[in-house]
């Protein structure tokens, strides 16, 4: 909780002392802000991502500890702080719309008025994905727990909407900030997706070794890749259907 504070401290207090020290006394121009919001961005974007990393193979980590509880335990502080970051990234992301650096992808009036409405429903359309994912995964999403059981709802038509959602929204936000500069935390979170997304799976691999081995062959990562709606793949379900 302390450590939860100071992450909220540091990462919305460095714009607050700035603004502060923004006077003629201290010679500091106001165009720094910019930058500051970048660096900001780019910032929450790796942090976060790593921090997420620490939460996500707590059945491994078990042999790290001598009480596989503190594993969870571990995971649940490492989920936890690491939403602090993500917020703290969507927050500089907005503060991106007056705080944008020079480079844009164009200047051409109506191409923008084009690619702006397209690319704030998309980002609207994955912020609902977002809010349902995490509706439908529950406790899960803040608090990893052994007892808790493989998702239905939208993990029914892909298997991590979660994910998914949010680089959407990093790639909409570039287009509708009209910041190429947005691409680079986006592309970075594209091959964090990759990479976190077999991490991830290894390790439920561990926690439901034949429930989500069926759930991987009948459920794709991105939706229409391959097969849309997943089949049977509940171990019930199937044992039920054998003996009949």
Same mark, same amino acid.
């Given at each position: 909780?302390?450590?939860?504070?100071?992450?909220?401290?540091?990462?919305?207090?460095?714009?607050?002392?700035?603004?502060?020290?923004?006077?003629?006394?201290?010679?500091?121009?106001?165009?720094?802000?910019?930058?500051?919001?970048?660096?900001?961005?780019?910032?929450?974007?790796?942090?976060?991502?790593?921090?997420?990393?620490?939460?996500?193979?707590?059945?491994?980590?078990?042999?790290?500890?001598?009480?596989?509880?503190?594993? /969870?335990?571990? =995971?649940? &502080?490492?989920? @936890?702080?690491?939403? $602090?970051?993500?917020?703290?990234?969507?927050?500089? #992301?907005?503060?991106?719309?007056?705080?944008?650096?020079?480079?844009?992808?164009?200047?051409?009036?109506?191409?923008?008025?084009?690619?702006?409405?397209?690319?704030?429903?998309?980002?609207?359309?994955?912020?609902?994905?977002?809010?349902?994912?995490?509706?439908?995964?529950?406790?899960?999403?803040?608090?990893?727990?052994?007892?808790?059981?493989?998702?239905?709802?939208?993990?029914?038509?892909?298997?991590?909407?979660?994910?998914?959602?949010?680089?959407?929204? /990093?790639?909409? =936000?570039? &287009?509708?900030? @009209?910041?190429?500069? $947005?691409?680079?935390?986006?592309?970075?979170?594209? #091959?964090?997706?990759?990479?976190?997304?077999?991490?991830?799976?290894?390790?439920?691999?561990?926690?439901?070794?034949?429930?989500?081995?069926?759930?991987?062959?009948?459920?794709?990562?991105?939706?229409?890749?391959?097969?849309?709606?997943?089949?049977?793949?509940?171990?019930?379900?199937?044992?039920?259907?054998?003996?009949?």
């Amino acid at each position: 909780m302390y450590l939860s504070c100071v992450l909220l401290a540091m990462i919305f207090g460095i714009p607050l002392v700035l603004y502060y020290f923004v006077n003629p006394n201290y010679q500091i121009a106001p165009w720094i802000f910019p930058y500051v919001n970048y660096c900001m961005v780019v910032v929450c974007a790796v942090l976060s991502s790593y921090i997420y990393t620490k939460s996500i193979t707590p059945v491994s980590d078990e042999t790290n500890y001598s009480n596989p509880e503190e594993a /969870w335990q571990s =995971a649940q &502080f490492y989920r @936890n702080n690491c939403i $602090i970051f993500y917020i703290g990234a969507y927050f500089y #992301l907005v503060l991106s719309r007056w705080l944008c650096l020079g480079i844009k992808f164009t200047t051409n009036v109506k191409t923008l008025e084009i690619i702006i409405p397209v690319a704030s429903g998309l980002n609207i359309l994955s912020g609902v994905v977002l809010l349902i994912s995490y509706i439908n995964a529950g406790t899960e999403s803040t608090s990893p727990d052994q007892t808790t059981k493989l998702f239905g709802g939208i993990y029914n038509y892909m298997r991590h909407p979660q994910g998914l959602s949010q680089l959407c929204m /990093w790639y909409c =936000a570039s &287009f509708i900030l @009209n910041s190429p500069l $947005i691409l680079i935390p986006a592309f970075f979170k594209t #091959l964090y997706f990759v990479y976190e997304s077999k991490l991830q799976e290894s390790d439920l691999l561990k926690r439901f070794p034949i429930e989500y081995k069926k759930y991987q062959q009948a459920v794709p990562v991105i939706p229409f890749f391959k097969g849309f709606k997943r089949k049977d793949w509940n171990l019930k379900t199937t044992q039920t259907k054998k003996k009949k």
